[in-house]
Each structure stands twice: as C-alpha cells, then as structure tokens.
C-alpha cells in the first residue's frame, strides 16, 4: 500500500520550457511534503519542501505547490535547464513522527537542449 | 569532503552470506537513517538512530541489524542473505529527528546483489 505515488515515471521537456511533475497521497496525516532530486550514482539531495498550512511554495526556478483537498502536490520547474536532468522524489511525513518519510518512486525528468 | 559516505559503494555476494555496509557522517548530526530502495524505486525507510538510540524500526527482517558505534557511525549487518535483499541501500543523517524541520542528508549508496 503505497501512501506516496509518482504515476509518470518519465518526463521529458525542451530546455527553457515549464517541467511539471506530479506527486498524489493517500494519508491525510501527512502535513509536510518534500521533493529530492536524485542524480545517478548519488544519493538523493533536498530540492524543496512545503507545509500543509500553504498551498505554494517559492525557490528560485523550483515552486512546489500543494492541494490538500485533492491530496496532490506538483513541483514546477521555469525555466527547464538540462541541468535538471535527474529523477525526482516526492516524500510525506507526519511532522510529530520522528523522521519518518515516506517516498514515491520518482519521476525521471529528461531536458533537452 | 564527503558529507555522508558509504562503504562499499558495490556488494556482490552469495546467498546466504553474511555482510556489514558502513556509514560514516561528519555533518555533526544527531540521526542515521537506514533506507532501502527496491526494484520498484521505492526509498523505504528502514532504521533510523538519534544518539546511538534506536528511534525508528520498521518493518524488517531480524536478519537485518543497524549498529551504531557513536553518532557519527550508522552501521548496517545483514545476516544470510536471501536474493530479495538485492536493492540499493542509502544512509542518511539529519540534525534532528523530525522530518519535517530537519533535512535529510543521504550518502551515494550501496548497490547490493546477491547471487
């Protein structure tokens, strides 16, 4: 039972246009949302997050926006850079829980030049 | 200056062997996280450490045991091994404990096979 699910396992974009990727979540607990950027042969590194008291979240190209009543959140990325070539993980936490967070299973984003 | 380092980054072994993967932080952190990434690309948290202090055991089998040395060590020991355990496991290290104030920091990874 996957509380946490990326539906797209890929997702490509031409370098300058919008990325969108899309995460949903079954556990109505959860009230912090995270997205990690993982590129090969690394572990995952911290992309952005956002607390369930708001609905949108800023950094830089990096917005991540959150709709509790649908229970999804998608992270836009403007303008693509084919730096930003990577898979992406969403992940949900209960923040009373100790460090616990449950991840999806990404999407791999692909920017082409 | 590795923040989060795993050793070995590649483990191939036979069934029912026995083997350890080493962690090592030097952010300072206060927590280790065991994770393990399946077949499916799922990161499914496994064990997690505050202080030497075990905090989070999930659902696993007792054949896995974590061992912590001090704050800055986070080992994994994996007893008889069985070709399900093969996956990619991270080790993770975050100041605190809760999730949501508290980055996580993983390290590379180690890709274990058994054969």
């Known amino acids: 039972d996957q509380q946490v699910k990326q539906n797209s396992p890929s997702l490509s974009v031409q370098e300058g246009r919008i990325s969108i990727l899309n995460c949903d979540y079954t556990n109505s607990m959860f009230d912090y949302f995270l997205w990690y950027k993982k590129y090969p042969a690394e572990g995952p590194t911290f992309l952005i997050s956002?607390?369930?008291?708001?609905d949108k979240n800023e950094d830089g190209r990096f917005t991540v926006f959150l709709n509790k009543s649908a229970k999804h959140l998608s992270l836009h990325i403007v303008p693509s850079q084919p730096g930003d070539s990577a898979v992406y993980f969403c992940a949900a936490t209960v923040s009373s829980n100790t460090g616990k967070l449950i991840f999806g299973q990404g999407t791999t984003l692909q920017v082409k030049p | 200056d590795t923040a989060v380092s795993q050793t070995p980054k590649y483990l191939v072994t036979q069934m029912g062997n026995d083997k350890s993967i080493k962690c090592e932080q030097n952010l300072g952190h206060d927590t280790m996280y065991w994770y393990k990434q399946d077949s499916k690309k799922f990161l499914k948290i496994m064990f997690s450490?505050?202080?030497?202090?075990?905090?989070i055991n999930e659902t696993v089998p007792n054949r896995f045991s974590p061992k912590s040395p001090d704050k800055a060590h986070l080992n994994l020991h994996i007893n008889s091994l069985e070709l399900g355990d093969s996956a990619v496991y991270f080790c993770?290290?975050?100041?605190?404990?809760?999730?949501?104030?508290?980055?996580?920091?993983f390290g590379p990874g180690t890709r274990l096979t058994v054969l």
């Open positions: 956002i607390s369930s008291i708001k």
């Open positions: 993770a290290s975050s100041q605190g404990e809760t999730a949501s104030y508290n980055e996580q920091f």
């Open positions: 450490y505050n202080n030497k202090e075990l905090i």
